[in-house]
């Protein structure tokens, strides 16, 4: 790894940055986020930044990445003066930004393609390196965050903890010097945590500048220097005190039994965790629910009386994946009870709450909640549900909608029905519960993250639901932030509402809880520690389309011919042979097209199981429509006539004719795409639109645009997904109501979902910046397209093909026509 | 920040919202004009942080900046995941279903000018030609389908920013839009079907017709609900 951190040549860069009296306002001058900041960085220095939620740590981390430029000051970047009194130099901070990487909170806006070898050579390929430095500077990168195994693998599926390492090796094959994280391991499990963590002291050991804003105590341990952000500037302080500063009651993350000696906890007394979901058939739910008859620290409400949650061997499966999300899993809730949900990510938690919201019914088992059966929910059941149930997803904030708070919160009550003077009356209070009336009439996107997700419980709360589940409420926010959310969760406790909270932290769960259930079970376990990955909030397996699998290829099968040929011919060669299935309309035109397909086929080295399985959905498809078409062509002889349907041997033939060909084409882009990357075939295209370049059209940019589109379709489709469910759980449902209140409901899904996007995209246009991306510049190639003979040979046979198809169609073989 | 239409900030007579900006369509013709071609000349840079205060300099003025490419990347992704929900409208006719990418088009189109409209309407149906029975043909007929529908709507609406210029707009393109299905329905359905011309013409009225008037209904309503949330979204 030494050729990627070698010492500046120049002695005058002791200094990896230097900023002087720099000030930074978002509203041309009315406040300012930093007043007066200086700050030196000494080279192989690693610097943690922490302050409260909106200090200004990641305005200071974008300006010391090189990102943005401040209003005033002056700012040195290794060694190059970048901005001073005559503005921004924009040649210094390109060349500043090169040695410069930047990695921000969600590592999946950071990646760039669906490989993630591919995705670690962005970078070095926009810095031209030529193709054996490349080559090194991957393998290696990959080999420092331990992910050399995955090169092949798509990061999109990748658990969180994975994927930071991937965008950390992304930015180390830039040969890098600064790293500047902002907070890195926020959305991650400890283990994922401790991962990271790993990587950054390696990096500091090979005397890698590294700049870090945290939350969480435990990463300051290696920092050389603490320094916190408040009022807009920078004040030293010793890991004691940063420490004591970060860690409160209500920490979210970091707060384990182990670290909770240091933490004042008052007299409360130890949980039992309660292994509910496990795999013992033999013991019944109601034996295990013992604990909650336990005295609790502060009795506000007794529970008692019949469950008002009671799963029995419930077990949840996407239709694509081939484990239970959920294994068998049972328990019991009593109406006023509170119950802390625990577990490793992958474990179902969340698809357990969305089973108890009834946003998604059980592959198998029993589900009764508010004395409803959630199997079979009639729709006025479902309604009734939602009045009873309230559920806060992960990151709620993002389904907020509305043009102001007030608007947003009354949301769930309107849709219940409820008037207008009703509805604002609940969300007044509702508000106020979480102590955000001031906010009442700003509008939801303008407010600080924090701040959104008090509003956004809020809008679950205004439903004011009997049963309320919170799917880690207070991952992500700060301390103040956290202390609402507690005093809102023991209010709705003293009226005895029943709280179930999705949690890593035990010390929360023991603040909040009558008792625990753990989801750690041998089962889950080993699904979660092995290549296993699933996302941290949910499945990318379950894109509700089946279409979409066919891009989730990203191990491609090596050994077929299919795969090494020049992705340009072979996407020429398939969209000509696929064009050419609308010319078959003759049995030995039709013949002759199945012996192509299936030879093509047979040298694709793909699995004919995993080729029906992709073709499945299409021929049900098929059948349905050649039916539809039999009785709907009535000339020729009748064979039969079913419940007065005439059947023809012109429409049974058509039938035929037109299914096989549908199955054929579909048949050839299905292998198509199982031997093609999506960034091999965007590469492609842009590669073959070259020539446009002339007329003024962005090829290379739109081949990027494309091969960022398809990376964060299924991202986009997930979290779609998601906000569809939130809305639906607020009475806001597509499927249900009149027609306009439909459509209404349809853009409270759209306008989150564009709310998503946007944050996305500038995310990503950020990740683009710090991996040096530029209209323009010239970029070199890791893997080169060259044509070789085997394209060739593809090109002749397709020629041959073609030659033979036209001379059956000319007629100069004679056939028997149909 | 600049709002997406990259307004430098020195424009401080153009109000930062200046989309749909009802007061400005009451305002006396002359300086609707100036206004609107003021518009017209700044459209094409999309929430351009080059021209901020707080910019590096780095991508400049002219170039596609990768908030423009990012923007346009996540905008298409949306539609394409629009694109693969399909829903059958009319009983039978399992080919002809309805699917809300229309109305990413159009927001694209509303939002960033008819270039964006174009590009999230051709990038949405591409991956289309290889996971579809329909292949490139059916690709085809979506995309010129949603370009019907997005573009002239856009076109309209970057003359005219208030609601009535996105009213125009929609129910413009409506018509163009249904006029150009069907003509795409008559021309294509044969090669999928072998069916006779005779046979296609008689299912516009039961099927073509009330299937492509529902789907205009769908987009256009939708559209005029959210385009003015999302560009509020845009414009902070």
């Known amino acids: ?818 | 920040m600049s709002d997406i239409f990259g307004t430098q900030k020195s424009d401080g007579d153009i109000p930062t919202n200046n989309l749909d900006d009802d007061t400005a369509a009451k305002t006396s013709d002359s300086s609707r004009s100036t206004s609107n071609q003021m518009m017209k000349t700044t459209t094409r840079t999309v929430r351009d942080k080059t021209q901020s205060a707080h910019s590096t300099g780095v991508g400049d003025h002219g170039r596609w900046s990768t908030q423009r490419i990012a923007v346009y990347a996540l905008f298409s992704a949306v539609a394409m995941a629009a694109s693969y929900i399909s829903i059958s409208l009319i009983p039978g006719y399992t080919w002809l279903t309805y699917d809300p990418s229309g109305i990413i088009c159009m927001i694209a189109g509303f939002a960033f000018g008819p270039s964006a409209a174009v590009i999230v309407s051709v990038l949405c149906w591409v991956p289309h030609i290889f996971t579809d029975m329909s292949g490139i043909l059916g690709a085809l007929v979506a995309v010129v389908v949603s370009l019907a529908m997005s573009v002239p709507s856009a076109y309209i609406y970057s003359r005219d920013r208030t609601r009535h210029g996105a009213l125009i707009g929609i129910v413009v393109s409506s018509i163009i839009m249904l006029a150009a299905a069907i003509g795409c329905n008559l021309l294509i359905t044969p090669v999928y079907t072998g069916w006779s011309e005779a046979q296609v013409l008689a299912i516009i009225v039961p099927a073509l017709l009330p299937f492509n008037i529902v789907k205009l209904i769908i987009n256009g309503v939708v559209t005029f609900l959210v385009y003015k949330p999302i560009s509020n979204l845009l414009n902070r």
């Open chain 1, 1 to 818: 790894m030494k050729w990627a951190y070698k010492p500046m040549n120049s002695n005058i860069n002791v200094y990896a940055a230097r900023l002087q009296d720099v000030r930074f306002s978002y509203d041309q001058g009315h406040s300012w986020v930093l007043d007066g900041v200086d700050l030196d960085i000494r080279q192989g220095e690693r610097l943690c930044l922490i302050g409260l939620n909106g200090s200004g740590k990641s305005t200071l981390a974008g300006l010391i990445s090189g990102l943005s430029a401040p209003d005033a000051g002056t700012v040195e970047l290794l060694g190059t003066r970048v901005f001073d009194n005559n503005g921004a130099h924009a040649d210094n901070y390109r060349t500043a930004r090169e040695g410069i990487g930047a990695l921000f909170q969600n590592p999946a806006d950071q990646i760039i393609t669906t490989k993630v070898g591919e995705d670690v050579a962005f970078g070095p390929e926009n810095l031209a390196f030529d193709a054996d430095d490349i080559d090194r500077h991957v393998y290696s990168a990959l080999d420092a965050v331990e992910m050399l195994e995955q090169i092949d693998q798509n990061p999109t599926y990748m658990s969180g903890g994975q994927q930071q390492r991937v965008t950390i090796a992304g930015t180390i094959a830039m040969s890098t010097r600064m790293i500047v994280l902002d907070e890195p391991t926020a959305m991650l499990d400890h283990q994922a945590q401790r991962d990271v963590l790993a990587v950054l002291d390696h990096l500091q050991s090979q005397g890698v500048t590294i700049v870090q804003v945290t939350h969480k105590p435990k990463e300051l341990r290696n920092a050389d220097r603490i320094l916190r952000l408040k009022s807009g500037q920078l004040q030293s302080v010793d890991l004691a005190k940063a420490v004591q500063d970060l860690s409160s009651t209500s920490d979210t993350s970091d707060a384990k039994v182990a670290d909770s000696s240091k933490i004042p906890v008052l007299g409360i007394r130890p949980l039992e965790v309660d292994p509910f979901c496990h795999i013992d058939k033999t013991k019944k739910p109601e034996e295990a629910k013992e604990p909650a008859d336990m005295p609790r620290a502060t009795p506000v409400h007794k529970a008692s009386g019949q469950p008002i949650i009671s799963l029995k061997h419930v077990s949840f499966r996407y239709p694509s994946a081939d484990f239970d999300t959920l294994h068998d899993c049972s328990m019991s809730v009593l109406p006023g009870e509170s119950v802390a949900i625990m577990g490793r990510n992958g474990t179902g938690k969340s698809t357990l709450t969305k089973l108890i919201a009834g946003l998604v019914k059980p592959t198998d088992g029993e589900i009764e909640v508010a004395g409803l059966d959630l199997r079979d929910l009639s729709r006025r059941d479902k309604i009734m549900l939602r009045t009873r149930v309230g559920l806060v997803m992960q990151q709620p904030e993002h389904q907020l909608f509305e043009q102001t708070v007030r608007q947003d919160v009354s949301y769930g009550p309107l849709n219940q029905g409820f008037t207008a003077s009703e509805a604002d009356k609940r969300a007044s209070n509702a508000m106020k519960l979480l102590g955000i009336t001031d906010l009442a009439d700003r509008s939801p996107f303008s407010l600080s993250g924090g701040q959104q997700r008090l509003a956004a419980i809020a809008g679950v709360i205004a439903c004011n639901p009997r049963i309320l589940i919170l799917d880690e409420p207070t991952a992500g926010l700060d301390a103040t932030a956290n202390e609402c959310i507690f005093n809102l969760i023991r209010s709705l406790q003293a009226q005895g509402v029943t709280i179930i909270m999705v949690t890593h932290s035990m010390n929360q769960a023991h603040h909040i809880a009558d008792r625990i259930i753990s989801l750690d079970t041998e089962q889950t376990a080993t699904e979660d520690n092995g290549q296993e990955t699933v996302q941290a909030n949910g499945d990318m397996d379950a894109n509700g389309s089946n279409h979409l699998h066919i891009f989730k290829t990203s191990e491609l099968k090596r050994t077929g011919i299919m795969t090494r040929l020049d992705p340009r011919v072979k996407l020429v060669v398939f969209l000509m042979l696929t064009l050419m299935m609308f010319l078959v309309n003759q049995p030995a035109e039709l013949l002759l097209a199945a012996v192509g397909t299936f030879l093509i086929t047979a040298f694709s080295g793909l699995k004919a199981v995993e080729l029906f399985r992709s073709l499945r959905g299409f021929l049900i498809l098929f059948f349905v429509i050649g039916i539809f078409n039999m009785f709907f062509v009535n000339t020729g002889p009748t064979l039969l006539t079913l419940w007065g349907l005439k059947v023809t041997r012109d429409g049974l033939g058509l039938a035929a004719l037109y299914t096989s060909r549908f199955s054929l084409a579909v048949l050839l882009g299905i292998v198509l795409l199982k031997t093609t990357t999506p960034t091999a075939l965007t590469d492609a295209f842009a590669s073959l639109a070259s020539p446009l370049r002339r007329f003024g059209l962005h090829t290379q940019e739109m081949a990027l645009v494309m091969s960022l589109a398809l990376r964060f379709l299924p991202t986009l489709a997930n979290e779609t997904r998601s906000i569809t469910q939130a809305q639906a759980a607020r009475g806001g449902s597509i499927e249900t109501g009149s027609p306009m209140r439909r459509l209404k409901a349809l853009a409270a899904t759209l306008i989150p979902v564009f709310a998503a996007a946007l944050r996305h995209s500038d995310n990503l246009s950020l990740a683009l910046d710090a991996r040096c991306y530029e209209e323009g510049i010239h970029r070199t190639h890791w893997h080169a397209m060259h044509v070789t003979g085997k394209d060739l040979i593809a090109v002749a046979l397709s020629a041959a093909y073609l030659t033979l198809l036209l001379t059956l169609k000319i007629g100069l073989i004679p056939m028997p026509s149909l």
